[in-house]
């Protein structure tokens, strides 16, 4: 896995590299990420992100279903694939179990599967290989490089929008008034921070840092209250 010279096709390495780096250590090296391949390949393909409108210079990456839902009709491999996967209800597997249940494991496997006739598919064109092996690079990085995320927190850092750092010509237009933000220490576009002053501790923050901070200050808020509410009930017991 830590071979450099073992080319691993991957489909959004992120979360799969920083769990192999914190839990065993491991830290990838020969990644290959098709989910950026499928931006540098056609991106005209990847739609605007949307959901925050004063970050709109910035592109959403695509999930691997909708890939294999886009390319089945031109590979029978991926065709056949798409079907197993279609018929499994998702929210039905349990990945806890262990052993895991066949199904479960074949399910798994197709999506490992697939990445071999997509990867085909999607580094055909002799330019994109080498600009998707130096992104794919900083993507595998991205959440081993930040400190202390918790599971939900990384929820945050693996949405589908493509920060900067990873592809600049098609992750953002412009980095000439870029900013570094004080909590991931990356650089970002100034339309990446909060144009309104919420409070001083998240000025500096860009916007996923920034729902970070306030997510803790509200747990920590629910934390004391429910401290107050406990404390309030044994006074009224002893009374």
């Known amino acids: 896995l830590e071979d450099p010279g073992v080319v691993k096709l991957m489909w959004d390495c992120r979360k799969d590299c920083d769990v192999l780096s914190y839990f065993l250590g491991v830290r990838m090296q020969g990644v290959v990420d098709l989910q950026l391949a499928d931006v540098v390949r056609d991106p005209s393909l990847v739609r605007p992100y949307i959901k925050r409108p004063n970050i709109k210079n910035y592109k959403c990456v695509r999930g691997l279903k909708k890939m294999l839902g886009h390319f089945s009709k031109d590979d029978p491999t991926l065709a056949n694939l798409t079907a197993f996967k279609s018929a499994i209800d998702i929210n039905q597997v349990d990945w806890d179990t262990r052993p895991l249940e066949d199904s479960t494991l074949a399910y798994a496997a197709a999506d490992v599967l697939s990445l071999f006739p997509l990867g085909n598919i999607l580094l055909s064109k002799p330019d994109v290989y080498q600009k998707v092996k130096t992104g794919s690079e900083a993507y595998s990085r991205t959440l081993m490089d930040i400190p202390d995320l918790d599971t939900k927190q990384t929820d945050l850092y693996c949405s589908y929008i493509l920060m900067s750092g990873i592809l600049e010509p098609y992750a953002v237009k412009d980095l000439k008034t870029a900013r570094v933000c004080t909590g991931c220490l990356r650089?970002?576009?100034?339309?990446?921070?909060?144009?309104?002053?919420?409070?001083?501790?998240?000025?500096?923050?860009?916007?996923?840092?920034?729902?970070?901070?306030?997510?803790?200050?509200?747990?920590?808020?629910?934390?004391?209250?429910?401290?107050?509410?406990?404390?309030?009930?044994r006074a009224k017991t002893k009374a």
């Open 187 to 233: 650089k970002h576009p100034v339309n990446m921070f909060a144009k309104v002053k919420h409070c001083c501790a998240c000025n500096s923050l860009c916007f996923v840092c920034g729902e970070l901070y306030h997510r803790a200050k509200r747990l920590e808020a629910e934390k004391d209250k429910a401290t107050d509410k406990n404390d309030a009930a």
